[in-house]
């Protein structure tokens, strides 16, 4: 287990008239290059979770494990492991801060101890990796787009080779096709470079399509964990929760209760493509894909 947190619970202002339970008893395990998404309403706690993956914050209460270490034990080295585990913040301003683009991305090497060349090197191959070009490495990074601010402060955390990248609503803002850009990004670092992505998002179809396992916090709590497509099945206690699935859900069903046999766990528009032509195929032979029954089993 790269990442393991037993009986985790965090309160805000312990002690206080301002106390408040954020996190309450998470028991989670994280392996090596899983794509996790996790979704919960404002307030849930999904990142104030994220923020104890990397010791930004301490537990009250519990233990968190980071290649079978406890993170909390007297010496342990918090900086050598924010360079395994790290953190892209949703509002990339946090993280950027100097002069230009390219010192930027190489502050973290830097801090490392490797040579200018290597940072250098390391902060170069980042930038491409996150499809910033060269005429913008001497530019300031505050002069840069939304979606480009957020490419060069996840190539800060790329360039000090991390084993885990997580993602704080890195699409936030963005258009639909710097959206597209950004979480194509996301997955190319998974698929090439095998790095454990987890990934924060408000948008259902977007952890639908990327995600292989997802995480719902309510209340402080893990109220589901699963692949999208059995937590999706669960849609009508995500909405009350405040959440919803993704619209293709909603189409399956009202298809279906129309009388299409369609495939009600499609999350995605190819896999509804797929069931709808598929269903209409049979409705106009007037059979099913074995000879009777349902093609898809509920």
């Given at each position: 287990?790269?990442?393991?947190?037993?009986?985790?619970?965090?309160?805000?202002?312990?002690?206080?008239?301002?106390?408040?339970?954020?996190?309450?008893?998470?028991?989670?395990?994280?392996?090596?290059?899983?794509?996790?998404?996790?979704?919960?309403?404002?307030?849930?706690?999904?990142?104030?979770?994220?923020?104890?993956?990397?010791?930004?914050?301490?537990?009250?209460?519990?233990?968190?494990?980071?290649?079978?270490?406890?993170?909390?034990?007297?010496?342990?080295?918090?900086?050598?492991?924010?360079?395994?585990?790290?953190?892209?913040?949703?509002?990339?301003?946090?993280?950027?801060?100097?002069?230009?683009?390219?010192?930027?991305?190489?502050?973290?090497?830097?801090?490392?101890?490797?040579?200018?060349?290597?940072?250098?090197?390391?902060?170069?191959?980042?930038?491409?990796?996150?499809?910033i070009p060269e005429n913008f490495y001497k530019?300031?990074?505050?002069?840069?787009?939304?979606?480009?601010?957020?490419?060069?402060?996840m190539a800060g955390v790329l360039a000090m080779?991390?084993?885990?990248?997580?993602?704080?609503?890195?699409?936030a803002g963005l258009d639909p096709a710097g959206?597209?850009?950004?979480?194509?990004?996301?997955?190319?670092?998974?698929?090439?470079?095998?790095?454990?992505?987890?990934?924060?998002?408000?948008?259902?179809?977007?952890?639908?399509?990327?995600?292989?396992?997802?995480?719902?916090?309510?209340?402080?709590?893990?109220?589901?964990?699963?692949?999208?497509?059995?937590?999706?099945?669960?849609?009508?206690?995500?909405?009350?929760?405040?959440?919803?699935?993704?619209?293709?859900?909603?189409?399956?069903?009202?298809?279906?209760?129309?009388?299409?046999?369609?495939?009600?766990?499609?999350?995605?528009?190819?896999?509804?493509?797929?069931?709808?032509?598929?269903?209409?195929?049979?409705?106009?032979?007037?059979?099913?894909?074995?000879?009777?029954?349902?093609?898809?089993?509920?």
């Amino acid at each position: 287990m790269l990442i393991e947190l037993k009986d985790v619970s965090y309160t805000y202002g312990k002690d206080t008239v301002y106390e408040v339970n954020a996190l309450n008893h998470i028991n989670l395990g994280i392996d090596e290059g899983e794509f996790i998404g996790i979704i919960g309403h404002t307030g849930s706690g999904k990142s104030t979770l994220i923020q104890h993956l990397n010791g930004l914050i301490k537990p009250t209460s519990g233990q968190i494990l980071f290649d079978g270490s406890d993170i909390w034990e007297d010496g342990y080295n918090l900086r050598e492991l924010r360079t395994h585990v790290g953190l892209v913040f949703q509002y990339p301003e946090n993280q950027l801060f100097e002069t230009d683009v390219i010192t930027d991305v190489m502050f973290g090497p830097k801090n490392k101890g490797l040579s200018k060349d290597q940072c250098e090197e390391r902060a170069k191959e980042a930038l491409k990796q996150v499809g910033i070009p060269e005429n913008f490495y001497k530019v300031s990074p505050f002069d840069l787009s939304g979606g480009q601010k957020r490419r060069v402060a996840m190539a800060g955390v790329l360039a000090m080779d991390p084993q885990v990248l997580i993602l704080d609503e890195p699409t936030a803002g963005l258009d639909p096709a710097g959206r597209d850009e950004i979480l194509g990004q996301i997955k190319y670092l998974h698929d090439k470079r095998g790095i454990t992505i987890i990934l924060v998002s408000h948008s259902m179809e977007d952890v639908a399509v990327y995600a292989k396992r997802l995480l719902v916090i309510n209340d402080g709590r893990i109220a589901f964990d699963g692949s999208p497509k059995q937590v999706f099945t669960h849609y009508r206690e995500l909405e009350q929760m405040g959440l919803a699935a993704p619209q293709v859900t909603y189409i399956m069903h009202r298809l279906h209760e129309k009388g299409l046999t369609v495939d009600l766990t499609a999350t995605t528009v190819e896999e509804a493509r797929r069931s709808i032509l598929l269903a209409l195929s049979m409705k106009k032979s007037g059979g099913t894909e074995e000879g009777g029954g349902s093609p898809w089993v509920k």
